[in-house]
């Protein structure tokens, strides 16, 4: 019935001619002409850079082949590589370590003027084998990230830049710590302050550590015989003090530490030649899928320097061309966010083949698909719109946005195994997914009610009633296809209830999020049909989809969590009120008169009748 | 508002199968409540119902109304959320958790207010649905092709009739991926689209999107009507032939002077909740509720601690009334509800004694039973406080109960039960494994996994009872087929004039 707004029959159709780009009619230079073409090249280089792996010279300690043998851990398997980054990423903040210089004579090297020594950056997997070896160095690496400032102070520390503190500087508060995270885990989730929150998880940190150090984890030694069970260095260690055997792996890894500890690069490339050979011949299954979440590890597509980093390359490209030479820079930022893209496709392909599972499995997943999805449309309706460049950057800020959302979420492994109610792959396919690309193509249409707000309220581009149109139809279009997905995305989590919990529908916050983003977009629709809202109007609804779509996503996991006392004002929920309220500043702009907008603001001299007329 | 986008010719093109239907305003409207009027009035009315701006109201209605009982969950149980804002004519909005609790209203201020309830809302919603069927869904056609519309359309509603009636063969345990049932389920949907497609041309999609609406909020109805839910706990080794709801607790007096059976006299929560003196004919004694907590806690006896118990196992302990547990909380936990019962004697109107019966006395939530004893006229009777028990013609042992966890963790893999369902009446004896996502389905019940009871000693089933479990189903493959043929149907068009221009 419909047809998208514009297409009537009896509309005063306006000649496409007389909106006929400028640009085309002046030749361009060669240069402009090979501009893209040469960013997407380097861009490309860029990509290749970072998907080869990194690897040691030979005649030195293979570290990096280290880092891709098989483990089990958090009952998952696993490269040592992952289990560095995931510790380090939790207890730290990042993938990396600062270790401290020393001198010849392995003392710390003071710094030009203060006291914290100069550090030097090395991989996470050179600080999982310290402390697998058991080397007293370690402890003076800065690895424990303490955020609040009282429990800084109760440990008797200074506040410093990047908040990181050794093991070394805790050691004589560990029973203290100990005592207090005991108190802290006896209340509540919602009934601890911020100061018992940061205790319980420095408790939590150290007691990860203590497990690597004392060998307990990770589940390192692969079974003997085909179908049995990882196990723990140091249980290894007990059976063969109890007369046991000593499983083939024990002894290799064991001696693997050792010899790292003496700095003996031959024996321990020796020993690592040995045990890959023979895990290679009895687990190749294994070793292979270790060797590629390495190698994802290491690339790092959702890293900082990954897509986020080519959105953001994409995005000032773009910007750059609003100033001036649009059209070389709009089509190089169109190669860049098309490489960014792929980049990230192949990331979530290697995801799903190394947990075996659909991609969305928590809100860091998800925030990836929906960045996908969102980059993905705009990559379609680029094609369908060549002339709206605007396309381009509305996806790469997509993209943006959506990359840092999983930056932020990352807290430790992203890929963790799944609770037995949650362990479906039928549903997790078809609802999980169905439900975020609801979330994707809400947000679209949001953005794109944004792009139409800022654009008309301070620039002239909506004086042209082909933008203006364009524009609109986007708008309206993605929130029909944002309806059909929530709507069978909602009421597929139904049927899955249905089928593991034998009731339909609950009621509860998560299922409640879910219908609000359906009835908000059906809300929408009927509006537009009913004649309450026009294009404007309609762009106005599509931020607030914004909202009620962020409290489907965000909020309800936050009200779970708690939302008294300090509960609801930790992290996640600063940047959900401060994304609320941005917002409802636009929402707020996009209410106010025509009159003062930019582009319907009539002109002083020979104003256009199609701007000025208000219809 | 002004707004430069379309003009006011082209709104009435895109529209047009809306508004066009709308009632035109007349010149001369007849005085109010002349003969004219009420015609008029009762020609406009469903046209009225029908209106989008109504559909506009109510979906705004609805969007806020859920976001007031999901913020209430953080201090309310489930069960107190449905009736107090869904499953309810007029829901009572409670203020602060609008605010996400931040905000603390004054002494002085109401802490809630009236608004419109899930039922009411969704009964307009249905008003609006089926009032837009009648007046806005126009059939296009006569003749032969009205005829031949309607006869498809009445084979598909006979098989959404059979297959409700779960006359079709398809179970809910089908359903459970990609399988043939689903086929049978796309194959009515088709059938469907195909008869609205006779009688509606390019609105069938629509139509048909809208007829699942419909089917999707009566079953909501059903479902808040007849479904039962109780949970089956059995402990290893144990065997079990009744369901427990939770939610309702029930005053039990058993006698257990019979030799071969007990006798059981049931008094529902209900009844204690309104307090006062219970007298019945089948009870021993006269039960007098001084006190009834929904949700409760229990304490040492101390100083400036009242304790209205007189006898029994009050005299060690002290309940204390609770908030109710919260639907949103981390833990997910149960109301314990707990009481105090003055036993009085039938015969002679006095006070036996006080006594305190909870749910901490229950092995299935305190894990240790502790019946109050009573003794009156020299017999002793057990009386205590217990989730009320739906009693079931089958029975179910727990033979083994499996727990993996993923290695190396305390995430749960699996939780299994093997039991063994025997059944006299219908000569049902047979070993069956009920675990996650594979429930047992019988005797019109489904039986689930649901956790596990203490340290691994035993199993806790979940038990439904939904007639109009299929509804949801179909009702939901109707409108997203609907949708996808609509949108479909519009995305193809526009494609298509782009292409042509």
Redesign the interface.
Known sequence: ????????????GTP?ESVAPVLLLRRESLFARWFPWVIAGLTLAYVVTLAIPAADPPGKMQIQEFAKLPI?????LKPFDTLARTTLLQTSGRQTVQIPQRDAKGELVPGPDGEPPATHTEPAVRWLLDVLAGNPQSLDDPILRIENDQLIGALGLQVRPGLRYTLNELRSKIGMIAEQATAANKK???QRDAYESAVLKLAEDLQLIMQLQSWQ???AVPPTEPGG??I?LADAAQQAQAGGKVAPGAAALSAMAVAYGKHDAPAFNQWLAMYKTDLEAHLPQAVSAARVEAWYNGFGPFDLTGCLALYLFALLLMVFGWIGWSRPLSRAAVGVVVIAWLVHTVGILVRIWISGRPPVTNLYSSALLIGWGCVGLSLLLRV?YKRLTLITAVGAIAGLITMLVAFGLAKGDTME?????L??R??LATHVICVTLGYTATYFAGLFGIVYLVSGLFTNN?RDEQT??TL??IIY?VI??A??LS??GT??G??WA????????????KE??A??IV??N??IL??R????V????MAVLAVAGNI?TS?SWFG?NL??????SYG?MHGAAWWLILFVCSQLGLIALGLLP?RWWC??RPLPEDSPP??A??? | MTEPAQSPALHRGTVSPVTADEPRPHAAAPAFGSVGWQVQFCRRLPHSLASLKLTVVLFALAIFLTYAGTVAQKEHGVGTILTQYFRTGLARVEIEPLFLYTVHLPAWMPKDFYFPGGWLIGGMMLINLIAAHVTRFNVKVRGAKLWNGLAVLAVGSALIGLLVTDNLGVEPGGLSGFTSDWAIMLGIVAVMLTGARMLFNRRAGVVIAHAGLIVLLLSELITGLFAIEGIMPIMNGGAVNYIEVISKPELVVVDRSPADYDREVCVPGSFLAGGGTIRDDRLPFDVEVVDFMKNSELVQPGEGIVNPATAGSGLQMIARRQPEESGAGAAERQDAASAYIRVVDKQTHKPVGTYLVSYFFDHDFGARDLPQHVTLGGKTYDMALRFTRVYQPYTVKLLEFRHQLYPGTMIAKDYSSFIQLTDPSRRVDRRVRIWMNHPLRYHNQTLYQQSVLGQDQGTILQVVQNPGWAVPYISCLMVAGGLIVHFGQNLSTFLRRRAAA
């Not at chain 1, 998208?4 to 005063?12: D, L, Q």
């Open positions: 019935m419909n047809p998208a707004p514009g297409h009537a029959p009896g509309t005063p496409a089990v851990y958090n009952g998952r509540e989730t919602d984890e990770p589940h069970r990882w723990a369908i195994v799944l609770q037995a109610v362990d479906t039928f549903w909506l203006r149109k609109t139809r279009g029909c296809f309806t059909l709507f069978t009421v597929l139904g049927i249905d089928q593991s919990w034998g009731r339909f529908w609950g009621w509860d916050p409640n999020g219908l609000m009835l908000w059906a809300l009927h509006a049909w009913a004649g309450l026009k294009a404007r109007g009620v409290w309800v009200l779970g969590v708690g939302l008294h609801f025509l582009s319907f199609h701007a007329a208000p219809a």
